[in-house]
C-alpha cells in the first residue's frame, strides 16, 4: 500500500513541476518579427504531344510557401524554454508552366494569342500575393503572437522543439485559412480573365 501511493505521489510532483516550469517559460514568450517576400519566378512553355482536354491552353501555378523561424532559447533552473522569436516567411507562385495545344504551331498568329491569354493568367495569379500583403503578414503575425514557448528539460531537446514550434505555426488555423483564402482568390481572379475575353484575338488568326 505504501509504495502504491508513494507512486501516486511521485507522479503527480514530476506533472507539477513540469506544468511550473512551462508556465516558467511564459515569462520568456516574445512578439515574433514577421517578414514576408514573394519567390522569383519562372514561366516554361510547353506543347503536350497529344492534343489537350483543354479548348487552346492553360496555366499550371506551384504555389510556394516556405517557413523559416528563429528560435529565441533561455535557460532556466529545470531546463530550457525554447521561444518563437522571428518568422521569414516565402509565400507565393514559383513557377508557371504554359501549355499550348500541339494544332497551334509555335509562333504563329494563334500561338502567340494564346500565349498572351495565359499571360494575363499568370498576372492574376501574380496579384493575388500583390494585392494581399497586409493580409498575408497580418495572418502569419497572429498565428506567431499565439504560439507559447516549449519547455525542455535537456538541451538535446531543443531542437525537436524548434520543429514543433514550426508545425504549430504551419498549422495554426490562421494559416490554414491565409492559404484557402489565396486558393479562392486566384480561382475568382482567373475566371475574370476568362470572361472578360472575346476571344477577337484568335478569332483575327483565322480570317
Not at 519566378?41 to 506551384?62: E, R, Y
Not at 485559412?177 to 475574370?192: G, M, S
Request: charge should be negative; glycine fraction near 2%; proline fraction near 3%.
Amino acid at each position: 500500500m505504501f509504495k502504491s501511493y508513494f507512486f501516486v505521489f511521485l507522479t503527480i510532483f514530476l506533472y507539477n513541476s513540469s506544468v511550473f516550469a512551462t508556465d516558467d517559460c511564459l515569462n520568456y514568450k516574445i512578439t515574433p518579427e514577421i517578414t514576408v517576400k514573394s519567390p522569383d519566378w519562372t514561366k516554361s512553355v510547353v506543347q503536350p504531344l497529344q492534343n489537350m482536354d483543354v479548348l487552346h491552353g492553360k496555366v499550371i501555378a506551384t504555389l510556394t510557401d516556405e517557413f523559416d523561424i528563429t528560435s529565441d532559447i533561455t535557460s532556466i533552473e529545470d531546463g530550457f524554454c525554447v521561444a518563437l522569436k522571428s518568422v521569414d516567411v516565402t509565400i507565393g507562385y514559383s513557377d508557371f508552366l504554359v501549355q499550348v495545344d500541339i494544332s497551334h504551331k509555335p509562333d504563329t498568329c494563334s500561338y502567340n494569342a494564346i500565349i498572351q491569354h495565359e499571360d494575363e493568367h499568370i498576372r492574376a495569379y501574380l496579384s493575388v500575393i500583390d494585392d494581399n500583403q497586409y493580409l498575408l503578414k497580418q495572418s502569419i503575425q497572429s498565428a506567431s503572437n499565439s504560439i507559447n514557448p516549449i519547455f525542455v528539460k535537456d538541451e538535446k531537446d531543443i531542437e525537436s522543439a524548434i520543429d514543433r514550434l514550426n508545425d504549430e505555426l504551419q498549422n495554426h488555423p490562421d494559416v490554414i485559412l491565409l492559404k484557402q483564402q489565396i486558393k479562392a482568390d486566384e480561382e475568382i481572379r482567373n475566371k475574370y480573365v476568362d470572361l472578360n475575353d472575346t476571344g477577337e484575338s484568335l478569332k483575327k488568326c483565322f480570317e
